[in-house]
């Protein structure tokens, strides 16, 4: 991997790193002030399920601990076309023993003639340290806590190259998924607080010729017609590859038809996702259902596990309201809390 001058040179051109120039736009802040209001808006919300198990044998189940809201958005000017995915997600402290987490990310990217040329992401999450059960266990009742640890991340990417900044601050405690300021502002105090540990990094490798972020590939899989897919994408400077494969689900899709969000059973693919890092090895998986009806590419249902331990089920919901403050371009101060 090449590093060096030819790396740090975007920099320059996007305003340098992201300490230096602390008043500067986002990524993604940068990229949509390209582009006029979105030409469509898809969004879909979600209720949160949760189980604990240990060595697979379920010892807790609870549904509705928490929520999430996507959103698919395209943007285009003269010959430019560019995608928006965000998706935001948290526990209810309330419905959650007082577990109180919650992350963002969005991501932005734009083509020319149907080809990723730039793209941007931008994510923030509640810091979560529990590793095993026992330390999930001391975190129930957490949510009166005056402070709270959060990490960020502000990245680039172009061909060949990738552009990162990563933050990890401590902030109010009283912040919640459904109730938080605008989540770019927070990364910018972040950024500007000497306290902050921040993390900048610059890489450039030619195998990166086309920049692919993490929701667009997901999103990219699920509108190929095949039934097996594999690309590779960049995160702070590593090289994952997603696979994904899918198979008809009538028995999920009997269910989906009966709360009246698809028109026939026969809509519904079950899609299963795994991740690999490249440079390391690790994996991720994850699965999830989709009306193959839908272009928006917003999936019906979706499960993964974020501890091995811990498995999250969002599943489509009509009865979950978005909150407010769903996304980071609200300019009015959420009020702390639920």
């Known amino acids: 991997m090449a590093t060096g001058v030819c790396a740090a040179a975007p920099w320059l051109a996007l305003g340098g790193p992201a300490k230096a120039g602390t008043d500067r736009p986002l990524f993604v802040e940068k990229l949509l002030a390209r582009f006029p209001a979105p030409e469509s808006d898809h969004e879909l919300c979600y209720r949160a399920d949760v189980t604990i198990q240990i060595l697979k044998v379920p010892l807790f189940r609870r549904r509705g601990v928490g929520g999430a809201v996507a959103n698919v958005r395209e943007y285009r000017k003269d010959s430019e076309h560019a995608l928006g995915i965000s998706f935001l997600a948290g526990s209810n402290p309330k419905e959650a023993g007082g577990v109180n987490r919650f992350g963002y990310i969005e991501e932005v990217v734009v083509e020319q003639q149907s080809v990723p040329r730039e793209a941007a992401y931008f994510g923030v999450m509640t810091s979560s340290p529990e590793e095993n059960f026992d330390s999930a266990r001391r975190a129930l009742g957490e949510s009166g806590k005056k402070d709270a640890f959060y990490s960020a991340i502000d990245g680039y990417l172009k061909a060949s190259e990738s552009i990162s900044t990563e933050a990890a601050f401590r902030s109010s405690g009283a912040y919640t998924w459904g109730s938080h300021p605008p989540l770019n502002e927070l990364m910018k105090t972040a950024l500007r607080d000497q306290g902050s540990k921040v993390k900048e990094k610059a890489e450039a490798d030619a195998r990166w010729e086309i920049p692919v972020t993490f929701l667009y590939a997901v999103a990219r899989s699920l509108r190929q017609p095949h039934e097996r897919n594999t690309l590779r994408y960049i995160y702070h400077g590593h090289e994952f590859e997603l696979t994904t494969w899918e198979q008809s689900d009538p028995i999920a899709g009997k269910e989906f038809a009966e ?23 690790k994996k991720a998986a994850f699965t999830l259902w989709k009306n193959t009806r839908d272009r928006s590419g917003l999936p019906l249902r979706f499960e993964f596990r974020p501890k091995s331990y811990l498995k999250l089920c969002f599943e489509a919901d009509p009865s979950v309201k978005p909150p407010a403050t769903a996304s980071w371009r609200t300019s009015q101060q959420a009020p702390l809390g639920e």
């Open 259 to 281: 709360r009246n969000l698809v028109a026939s059973a026969g809509d519904v693919m079950r899609v299963e996702g795994r991740s690999k890092q490249l440079d390391d090895g």
